[in-house]
């Protein structure tokens, strides 16, 4: 089909916004649409061009977003920080072991020796749990299988690392935990496959996940604190005005989503995001660099319904 056929020449108004979004689109991934980034530049054709992409949901909006933010964004960005990491060392027994996991609520633990500076490999709770059902040594039982049978193969990646080759490097070696290392050799944090997954299609929800706060707790009559996985119609009713006030927000379900969606990323702890279309302003109590868990809202005043 031409240009010049009844189908592309009776269009009028969308389709001349589509035109013009189609000539922004390859001037964008040409290189030719100056400076900024490539998720920059997408986002002022989103915004500049709203109706062409009236047809597509926030879900698909954002996770075209997310993956050109994930190709911007280095290792040092999402990992989780050297404090928060649960590992084990090498001569931990095999109780010892389960006890760990059943804790942590974690599928793969770095294996060190005196220090988290020194790790060795990595364990996956599949292979402690043969271990412990006697699989891995038929002869002997389980008593006689140790971490050191056991353990797989780390990946150590430079804090400097690009997600996107991260991700390659990963699905090449089928090792899904890497160990982020400094300079000097020293471990700085950690990332796993799914902390790479999130980063473009948003959290992804597990059993231990639907456990979080989801509760709203009253400070002062214009105040609240609330766990990033309360509903937002919950909180809408607590406010007393509608929250999801765009297009682009109509598919959130829960608070942390819509201060996400608002920030266009996930916040940092104690940064603070508007809303201002409704006069609220919602601080980031706690987060990690994969997803909100606690945040304070505030009324700024003059939204307010009572009726």
């Not at 062409?52 to 911007?72: C, H, M, V, Y």
């Not at 001569?91 to 804790?103: G, I, Q, R, W």
């Not at 008593?143 to 049978?149: C, F, G, I, K, Q």
């Not at 766990?227 to 999801?244: F, H, K, M």
Request: charged fraction near 30%; aromatic fraction near 4%.
């Amino acid at each position: 089909m031409n240009d010049n056929s009844p189908a592309s020449s009776s269009t009028t108004g969308d389709g001349e916004s589509s035109s013009s979004l189609l000539t922004w689109l390859k001037r964008i991934f040409s290189g030719r649409n100056g400076e900024g980034s490539l998720r920059e530049s997408l986002e002022e054709v989103i915004g500049e061009h709203e109706s062409a992409f009236r047809d597509i949901g926030a879900e698909q909006r954002a996770l075209l977003l997310n993956t050109l933010a994930f190709a911007e964004k280095r290792v040092d960005d999402i990992m989780i920080p050297r404090a928060d990491i649960v590992a084990v060392e090498i001569d931990t027994a095999m109780p010892e072991l389960v006890k760990t996991f059943c804790n942590a609520a974690v599928s793969r633990m770095p294996v060190y020796r005196g220090t988290l500076d020194d790790v060795l490999a990595m364990v996956h709770i599949k292979d402690v749990f043969r271990a412990v059902a006697g699989c891995e040594s038929p002869e002997g039982g389980a008593a006689s299988v140790t971490l050191e049978d056991i353990k797989r193969p780390v990946l150590f990646v430079p804090p400097s690392m690009r997600l996107p080759d991260l991700l390659v490097k990963m699905r090449a070696t089928r090792l899904h935990l890497a160990v982020v290392v400094d300079e000097y050799g020293g471990t700085d944090g950690l990332v796993t496959i799914e902390d790479l997954v999130e980063q473009i299609v948003g959290e992804i929800e597990d059993e231990h996940d639907l456990e979080e706060d989801t509760e709203l707790r009253t400070i002062d009559e214009n105040t609240f604190e609330a766990g990033a996985r309360l509903e937002v119609a919950e909180l809408e009713q607590v406010v007393g005005v509608p929250l999801l006030t765009s297009e682009h927000l109509a598919d959130i379900d829960t608070v942390g989503g819509l201060v996400v969606a608002l920030a266009g990323r996930v916040p940092h702890k104690g940064e603070v995001v508007h809303h201002d279309a409704v006069g609220l302003s919602f601080k980031v109590l706690d987060a990690d660099p994969r997803r909100l868990r606690k945040i304070l809202i505030r009324i700024d005043g003059g939204h307010r319904s009572d009726g």
